[in-house]
């Protein structure tokens, strides 16, 4: 894997930029199907995960300066001012390599991830930007490679998870965690268009709780967006139950669908190892 090494200088249009130098792990993502995203309100209090040394969670009453829908939210709700921006993306991914080893089979891999809003201190390696802490991360339960994906993401859990497309354009999703269960179902578009966004890009995302020593710069390229509509659900007692059951939340926050990107990604440290 000697490409996970330099800073991001070295892209072409079509490759995502270099990595910082002497990763932990390094892995390699292509092939991206669908990348299906809902941003959602969170009462901070039921995320209890330890944060990076100077972060903090970025409350909706802030975020809601740039974002008009969130604000229109908020002055309905009120009492979700001081919540956080949360945003959960489920995946389905043809080719994802770890330190150069392949982990998936002939199938797409379904994977989540769950960040919020954040701000706090850079660390020199970061890269692009860096506007969110990870508070979870999910892969299928049953591979045979849960050792690799932790070496590349530490805070990974191992749960049933469904992201199937049923008919052209037609997406079935679902994510069962240990207190809830998050369906979707969610009609693309046919006809995508390039990310607004600078190509290729980079970002970082730092981790949290037993994992908040740690962070991911991603470098990517290719992204492109359908419309999409979406209906999410949540059942049980969670975190996503409590955001969709926020009255009218679902005007302010649109599915956001995109797919066939390339990415690759490195772990580091705040500290030296």
């Known amino acids: 894997m000697a490409a996970f090494t330099g800073v991001v200088a070295s892209a072409t249009e079509s490759q995502p930029g270099a990595l910082p130098a002497d990763p932990i792990s390094a892995s390699h993502m292509s092939g ?9 309100l969170f009462d901070p209090a039921l995320a209890t995960a330890r944060l990076p040394t100077g972060y903090r969670l970025i409350p909706a009453e802030e975020v809601a300066k740039t974002d008009a829908p969130l604000a229109g ?4 709700q009120p009492d979700a ?17 770890i330190d150069g080893t392949p982990v998936i089979g002939p199938e797409p891999m379904p994977m989540a991830f769950w960040w919020a809003a954040a701000e706090g201190p850079r660390h ?27 070496r590349t993401d530490p805070m990974a859990r191992f749960v049933d998870i469904t992201v199937r497309q049923v008919e052209p354009g037609s997406w079935r999703l679902s994510l069962a965690l240990p207190d809830e269960t ?9 006809q995508s ?10 970002m970082s995302v730092p981790m949290s709780g037993e994992s908040a020593a740690y962070f991911t710069v ?3 390229v290719g992204h492109r967006h359908r419309p999409a509509e979406g ?15 926020i009255p009218g939340e679902a005007s302010a926050f649109a599915t956001i669908f995109q797919d066939g990107w390339t990415a690759q990604s490195g772990l580091y440290r705040f500290a030296p190892r």
């Open 124 to 150: 020199p390696d970061m890269r692009g930007k860096a506007r969110h802490v990870q508070l979870g991360s999910w892969y299928p339960r049953g591979t045979s490679h849960a050792g690799r994906i932790l």
């Open 182 to 190: 998050v369906t979707a179902s969610v009609r693309a578009g046919s």
């Open 73 to 76: 939210l908020l002055r309905r």
């Open 32 to 40: 991206v199907r669908a990348e299906i995203c809902r941003d959602h």
């Open 231 to 245: 209906r999410w659900r949540a059942a049980g007692a969670g975190v996503f139950a409590q955001a969709f059951a």
């Open 193 to 202: 268009a390039p990310s607004k966004g600078g190509q290729p890009g980079a």
């Open 81 to 97: 001012r001081r919540h956080a921006v949360g945003s959960l993306c489920l995946m389905a991914v043809e080719a994802f390599d």
């Open 218 to 220: 991603y470098s990517h």
